[in-house]
Each structure stands twice: as structure tokens, then as C-alpha cells.
């Protein structure tokens, strides 16, 4: 087993840049749903359209401004292992993406991300129907060990 030391804690999990993704990408689909049920979950990544790549795109620039922050404010501050998610995804999935023109064909052209899709549950009153699943790790591990923690840096810088 390889082990790579990181900076420090801050940079590794309350400024995981990466922690917007998912997210990211359930707010830009989920947020024009219309609460009717469908018939097979939806491509996650390979979903992905642009206005929600212009959403997480803004989360991105958001986050890398609390970096930028903390920084000016503690220039010996090591954040070096904290990336834009563009940079992280770039340098995690490399020759897998076919496309990494912009923030939108990087995530859709991820062969690494092929097929996998939106997390859903049954629809309670349609048989055979799909609604979206919200108590999921996306949204109940991302959202306070993540987006809230780096809301939360902000405030207090």
C-alpha cells in the first residue's frame, strides 16, 4: 500500500474542492424537476447540461475564493492538496476523459463515469416509476461534511 502525505487536514477534507460534484449535480437536475414520477434513473455525469455546469462551475469559483482567502489571510498556510474541482478531475481520471475542453464535457465525457446514474427509489403510488432518492450520501455526507464546512471557512474569514 502507497501512502501520500498530505498538506494538512484543512486542505484534505474542509477545503475538498471535489465535495461539490455531486451536490452540484443534484441540485442542477433535481432543482427543474417536476416532482413526476419516470421510468429509469437518469445518466449522473454523463447527464450533466449546462446550466448545471455553470452552477458548479460558480460552487468552484465560491470555494476557490475561501482558499484564496485563508491564503492572503495565513500566507504560510499549506492548501496545496485543496484543487478546483476542474484541476482534481483532470488529474484523477487523465486519458479516461475524452473531452476536457470545458467543465461540462470533462465530466460527460469520463468514460470512467459511463453509465452510472442518478441515485432514485421506487415512486410510492406508481408502480414501475422512479422518483429521486434525497436521503443519499450526496446530499447527507457532501452537504454538511463538505459544502456546509467550507460555508462555515467563509464565514469566519
Given at each position: 500500500?502507497?501512502?501520500c502525505?498530505?498538506?494538512?487536514?484543512?486542505?484534505?477534507?474542509?477545503l475538498?474542492?471535489?465535495?461539490?460534484?455531486?451536490p452540484?449535480?443534484?441540485?442542477?437536475k433535481?432543482s427543474r424537476?417536476d416532482?413526476m414520477?419516470?421510468?429509469?434513473?437518469?445518466?449522473?455525469?454523463?447527464?450533466?447540461?449546462?446550466?448545471?455546469?455553470?452552477?458548479?462551475?460558480?460552487?468552484d469559483?465560491?470555494?476557490?475564493?475561501v482558499?484564496?482567502?485563508?491564503?492572503?489571510?495565513?500566507?504560510?498556510?499549506?492548501?496545496s492538496?485543496?484543487?478546483?474541482?476542474?484541476?482534481?478531475l483532470?488529474?484523477?481520471?487523465g486519458?479516461?476523459?475524452?473531452?476536457k475542453?470545458?467543465?461540462?464535457s470533462?465530466?460527460?465525457?469520463?468514460?470512467?463515469?459511463?453509465?452510472l446514474?442518478?441515485?432514485?427509489?421506487?415512486?410510492?403510488?406508481t408502480?414501475?416509476k422512479?422518483?429521486?432518492?434525497?436521503d443519499?450520501?450526496?446530499?447527507?455526507?457532501?452537504?454538511?461534511?463538505g459544502?456546509l464546512?467550507?460555508?462555515?471557512?467563509?464565514?469566519?474569514?
Open positions: 500500500i502507497k501512502f502525505v498530505g498538506s494538512n487536514l484543512l486542505s484534505l477534507f474542509a475538498d474542492l471535489s465535495l461539490i460534484i455531486h452540484g449535480l443534484m441540485f442542477g433535481c424537476w416532482g414520477p419516470f421510468d429509469e434513473a437518469p445518466l449522473f455525469y454523463h447527464g450533466m447540461d449546462e446550466f448545471t455546469a455553470q452552477i458548479m462551475e460558480t460552487m469559483g465560491e470555494a476557490c475564493g482558499k484564496t482567502t485563508l491564503l492572503a489571510k495565513y500566507p504560510n498556510l499549506d492548501l492538496d485543496s484543487q478546483p474541482t476542474l484541476q482534481w483532470h488529474d484523477a481520471y486519458d479516461k476523459i475524452e473531452d475542453s470545458t467543465f461540462q470533462s465530466f460527460t465525457t469520463n468514460a470512467s463515469y459511463a453509465g446514474t442518478f441515485p432514485v427509489k421506487d415512486a410510492l403510488d408502480p414501475g422512479k422518483v429521486y432518492e434525497f443519499y450520501r450526496y446530499l447527507t455526507s457532501d452537504v454538511p461534511y459544502l464546512v467550507i460555508k462555515g471557512i467563509a464565514e469566519l474569514v
